[in-house]
């Protein structure tokens, strides 16, 4: 019985930076592969980044250059911190576990958090 929670959405205008980060508990997290999906309305669920334990990391090339992912494995956190924001970034950003890369960017994670709204204004 684990879950992950999401925090650090709100709204900001375009070029300026959210820091988004989501925190799991009832687990060892520090098992899975870590990462973030957004959803924008009309649009399916998008990939967006993730971690590995050791640091490794993945991000999209929608965001590449501008977003980075970290993580705090004693904390068990996964970190977002979003620079440059686009009004195209505006979605819903859910963070999630898995235990494998592939399963991981394919979307097959075992835990998926509530989602955190990001709106970017121009």
């Known amino acids: 019985q684990g879950q992950l929670v999401e925090s650090g959405g709100g709204l900001v205008q375009a070029g300026g930076s959210l820091r988004l980060s989501c925190t799991g508990s009832?687990?060892?997290?520090?098992?899975?592969?870590l990462g973030w999906f957004r959803q924008a309305p009309g649009k399916e669920r998008e990939f967006v980044a993730m971690?590995?334990?050791?640091?490794?990391?993945a991000l999209s090339d929608s965001v590449k250059g501008r977003f980075t992912i970290s993580r705090d494995n004693a904390k068990n956190t996964v970190y977002l911190q979003m620079n440059s924001l686009k009004p195209e970034d505006t979605a819903l950003y859910y963070c999630?576990?898995?235990?494998?890369?592939?399963?991981?960017?394919?979307?097959?994670?075992?835990?998926w958090g509530q989602g955190t709204q990001v709106t970017v204004s121009s």
């Open positions: 971690v590995a334990w050791g640091g490794g990391l």
């Open positions: 999630a576990a898995g235990v494998t890369y592939r399963d991981f960017y394919a979307g097959r994670n075992e835990y």
């Open positions: 009832g687990d060892t997290f520090s098992r899975y592969f």
